[in-house]
């Protein structure tokens, strides 16, 4: 992809138009696209339960809060109904008990519920893999109900993979009223017609498969969001020298058996979300951006840098030289992934005006 003289800023828009442009038209394959059949029922059962439930838990992910909106909401709910939640904020997460507080204020505060009834149903919506299942384990585990119901209670099921919640189902959180959540299948809608909104979604959720796009068109996006961020300032403290050591130690660690070593040291290599893997990836970002010496604010220069990213971190990713051309699309499984499980910073994609 090349974009000529107008700005980094605009470089990434395009770069975001234009992935969100080839997955729109990849997902309107009906076999490639992720609304499935299964999805379009999910949907029509999440709206026909609309009308029947108190409120509405909308789930969405912290660092897409707009983007990652449940856009069947949109026309189906009066906003009294509907209680916007933030998940993935990672320094939130422990938070769970004061989040049942802020519910159970926000429930007394609905005016259009009868309070003395003795149970109320709240239902969780959100696009894919945002954590519903999980967040309601975990108001399942802090809600204010005996220990025995919490034993005999069954628990959703959480997964890395987009899609796993199955069936609409209930788990208790609260007594003296009965409050149930309801977990919900994921839903997102046929087409998402902002082309950005779409390009977010596909580098941040999980929600969108990598393959509608291809991994290295994300990483290509991702790279150009770092290198513009602040985030890799943070690691200017990653010297060789602190590298080598966390590798001396991870080596003396795996041979004194501290740390078990089960399939051999090159075994280790293969996992790129060991704390050394990660620091050298770090330091290479760090040094990569830190060193270069054309123009940021240029997308042709900036694509250079990026370039150099992918070769550099071949390296620190310690993949085989045989791979050739295949170790740029190594580079950017890798590199996704350690974007998404939060070791490469933490990001807001959307752009809030406050
Ligand atoms: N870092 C982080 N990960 C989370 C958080 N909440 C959930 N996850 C992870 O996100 C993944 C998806 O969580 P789920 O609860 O299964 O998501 P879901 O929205 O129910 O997804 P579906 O499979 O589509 O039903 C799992 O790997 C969770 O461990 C969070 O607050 N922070
Ligand atoms: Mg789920």
Not at 56 to 81: F, G, M
Not at 199 to 220: C, H, M, N, W
């Amino acid at each position: 992809m090349a974009f000529n003289g107008r700005g980094s800023n605009y470089y990434i828009k395009m770069l975001a138009s234009e992935i969100g442009n080839t997955i729109n038209k990849a997902a309107s394959n009906r076999e490639k696209g992720w609304y499935t059949p299964f999805m379009a029922a999910a949907s029509r059962a999440i709206a026909e339960r609309i009308p029947l439930v108190d409120f509405i838990l909308e789930v969405r992910d912290a660092r897409i809060p707009l983007s990652s909106e449940c856009q069947l909401l949109t026309n189906h709910l009066p906003c009294s109904r509907r209680i916007i939640v933030m998940n993935k904020m990672d320094l939130a997460n422990r938070s769970h008990l004061k989040f049942l507080n802020f519910l159970q204020a926000q429930i007394k505060g609905l005016k259009n519920i009868d309070h003395s009834r003795s149970t109320l149903t709240m239902m969780m919506v959100g696009i894919p893999n945002v954590g519903k299942s999980a967040l309601a384990n975990s108001l399942h585990q802090v809600g204010r109900i005996s220990a025995a119901e919490k034993g005999k209670l069954k628990h959703a099921k959480v997964s890395p993979h987009p899609g796993e919640t199955k069936d609409i189902s209930s788990l208790k959180i609260g007594s003296h009223p009965n409050i149930y959540v309801l977990d919900t299948p994921s839903i997102l809608p046929p087409q998402i017609l902002d082309a950005e909104v779409c390009s977010r979604l596909a580098l941040t959720a999980g929600a969108i498969s990598d393959s509608l796009i291809g991994e290295k068109e994300l990483a290509q996006y991702f790279l150009a969001i770092l290198n513009l961020s602040d985030e890799y300032k943070k690691w200017a403290k990653l010297s060789a020298l602190e590298n080598e050591r966390s590798f001396i130690d991870h080596k003396e660690e795996c041979s004194s058996g501290r740390q078990p070593c089960m399939k051999g040291e090159r075994q280790h290599f293969t996992d790129h979300t060991q704390d050394f893997i990660v620091h050298n990836v770090r330091r290479k970002l760090f040094e990569t951006i830190s060193c270069f010496n054309g123009d940021m604010q240029n997308e042709v220069d900036l694509e250079k840098l990026i370039e150099l990213q992918f070769t550099t971190l071949t390296e620190a990713f310690h993949l085989p030289i045989e791979l050739g051309d295949n170790a740029r699309s190594k580079v950017a499984t890798k590199l996704l992934n350690l974007y998404r499980i939060g070791r490469l910073g933490h990001y807001t994609l959307d752009p809030l005006a406050f």
